[in-house]
């Protein structure tokens, strides 16, 4: 079994900064994309930013510019720095990943982006 387990959540105020982790446990053979989804309350969870095992990243239009992804292969984590943070930024950010050619989801964690 395979666990996505996030960290780096909670409060700041806008134009502020937040890194959110993810690691993965388990029986794990390879890490194919891996990335970051949100979901804002009433709206349609939404791509973030995803990093491929070869280190290519793919970003939502909201993301752009403000947001970077990287990972940590040797400790199968994908970081996501945020900064510039908006109130539209306000949801609850989900980890993706495709490992072992499975999809898992993490659980999420909270950002509020205060005004």
């Known amino acids: 079994q395979v666990q996505l387990v996030e960290s780096g959540g909670g409060l700041v105020q806008a134009g502020g900064s937040l890194r959110l982790s993810c690691a993965a446990s388990g029986s794990i053979f390879s890490i194919n994309s891996i990335g970051w989804y949100r979901q804002a309350p009433g709206k349609q969870r939404e791509l973030v930013a995803s990093i491929s095992s070869g280190g290519n990243t793919n970003y939502g239009d909201s993301a752009k510019g403000r947001f970077t992804i990287s990972r940590d292969n040797a400790k199968n984590t994908v970081y996501l720095q945020m900064n510039s943070l908006k109130p539209e930024d306000t949801a609850v950010y989900y980890c993706?990943?495709?490992?072992?050619?499975?999809?898992?989801w993490g659980q999420g964690t909270q950002v509020t982006v205060a005004k």
């Open positions: 993706r990943a495709i490992v072992n050619d499975r999809l898992y």
